[in-house]
């Protein structure tokens, strides 16, 4: 069982490229959801989505659009990378009906 | 809005030594708490969780309880082993099921020594 599969696992990019931070799941989970992790703020939220074709707004979403066609994949793109997006990204999904989010092994991305 | 205040870490402990890492929350609501706990290298797994007042949660030996009047859910432990070297987040849901939303601490890094 795979689980929350993320990839690439490191990425390093040069101030002003785009790339996608790919996320899937194969739990057949309604909720997904994009997390920064930075050293002494925790986790934030970015970005997350109710379903298939329904995203909305977290706590940190500048910079960063999502979509939704799958319920399995929810990748996050970075239009026009900063170095203050330097950060290690988490993507989780979790199920209507249980308490528990799954969270991937993240992405650790560094903008030079 | 939401937030969650945690010990500040790192902590470092000797093996078998009773463990304490304080949290407390801000919520409008009634919130179900959260710790998890991020080994080296991976992705947060869910250690425990509560759901109301008074609840207590617990798992791999570790237990927290939902205390409303204090708004608080302190992760303990009685004998932590080196295995336990992580870094642990309290987090919390506004809601009970599909928990897309977390609001989560800083985190506390415990490094157990032999």
């Known amino acids: 069982n795979a689980g929350v599969t993320q990839t690439p696992k490191f990425q390093v990019l040069k101030t002003g490229q785009s790339m996608t931070l790919q996320c899937a799941q194969d739990m057949n989970h309604e909720y997904m959801s994009w997390y920064r992790q930075d050293p002494g703020m925790g986790l934030r939220l970015i970005h997350y989505s109710v379903g298939a074709g329904i995203t909305d707004q977290g706590e940190v979403p500048n910079g960063y659009n999502v979509s939704r066609s799958t319920t399995e994949d929810f990748p996050l793109r970075l239009l026009s990378a900063a170095p203050s997006q330097t950060s290690v990204y988490f993507c989780?999904?979790?199920?209507?009906?249980?308490?528990?989010?799954?969270f991937g092994q993240g992405t650790r991305l560094t903008v030079v | 809005g939401d937030s969650v205040t945690q010990m500040e870490g790192p902590v470092t402990l000797s093996e078998e030594a009773f463990l304490t890492i304080n949290c407390t929350y801000t919520a409008t609501g009634y919130p179900s708490l959260f710790w998890y706990v991020q080994y080296p290298g991976e992705g947060l797994q869910l250690l425990l969780k509560?759901?109301?007042?008074?609840d207590k949660g617990s798992n791999k030996g570790f237990e927290a309880t939902y205390r409303k009047e204090t708004t608080s859910f302190h992760l303990e432990k009685g004998s932590v082993q080196v295995s336990d070297s992580a870094v642990y987040f309290c987090?919390?849901?506004?809601?009970?099921?599909?928990?897309?939303?977390?609001?989560f601490g800083t985190g506390t890094r415990l490094t157990i020594i032999p």
């Open positions: 987090a919390l849901s506004e809601r009970n099921f599909g928990n897309e939303k977390l609001t």
């Open positions: 989780a999904s979790s199920s209507l009906s249980g308490y528990e989010a799954f």
């Open positions: 509560a759901t109301k007042a008074d």
